[in-house]
């Protein structure tokens, strides 16, 4: 029996969830080293949840030094199906104001230093990842947040940076000229381990300033972020409450088939070290 069903990552100023019934730590290794900190394990509206704080309690981590596969591949150990990542991000339009939460459903990659996948070593996977965001998850966050009258907007595009500086005016403004709404330092990773390990993920942006773009702003700052930080977290945590009492218990979706049909490697000459340390992810489909 899985421990938990729903994850939950807390991003900069979202270290813990208030409420938890039955509340027990759980430290984790796994093939790919130590997720940030111990998971937090327990019930929260009837669903039981495993809670981790992204950059460790304390904020003691680098984005760059996040061990993505571990985090992931730690929530896939503990039975999770579904994940909600909350994350502080910088706004690239107007229209996106600090204190405003949004979903956006795209990402593109400008980080040079990570893994962002959990094969190699004698399996080749490709997984689809045109829609890098759970479209059902999606749907059920903007309900919820709907039911407790929260304004979000769904939808748009996340540039994640490789940090930890915060972007200069150049690159923000290249960024604008793509398109892009918000710029963040992680949620890229995740989306795309996620996929892998068929896990449906959904980022749920808080916006906390308008990067360095912004003539009539001032620049980001660490004060600045924590401001909107500490007002922020407390909405974050509504809303992931209202979530969980509206996600149903059986559900299915193609985030949960994902490698299916994505595996290239004949089954028969993966080696058998890569099978056990992917088990938990690939043994269904070998």
Known sequence: MSQAEIGIIGGSGLYDIPGLEEKRERKIDTPFGSPSDAYILGRLEGKRVAFLARHGRGHRILPTELNFRANIYGFKMLGVKRLLSASAVGSLKLEHKPMDFVLPDQFVDRTRQR?????????????????????????????????????????????????????????????????????????????????????????????????????????????????????????????????????????DCPCQHALQDAIITQPDVIPETTKEKLKVVIGKYL
């Open 115 to 251: 893994v962002s996948t959990f094969f190699g070593e004698g399996i080749v996977v490709h997984i689809s990842f045109a829609d890098p965001i759970c479209s059902q998850l999606a749907q059920q966050v903007e309900v919820a947040a709907g039911r407790i009258t929260f304004p979000i907007k769904r939808g748009g595009s996340y540039v994640c940076i490789e940090g930890p500086a915060f972007s200069t005016r150049a690159e923000s403004e290249l960024y604008r000229s793509w398109g892009m709404d918000l710029i963040g330092m992680t949620n890229l990773q995740e989306a795309k381990l996620a996929r892998e390990a068929e896990i449906c993920y959904v980022t749920i942006a808080m916006v906390t300033d308008y990067d360095c773009w912004h003539e009539e702003e001032e620049p980001v700052t660490v004060g600045v972020l924590l401001g909107y930080l500490e007002k922020n977290s407390g909405n974050a945590q509504n809303l992931i409450k209202e979530v969980l009492k509206i996600l149903s218990d059986q559900f």
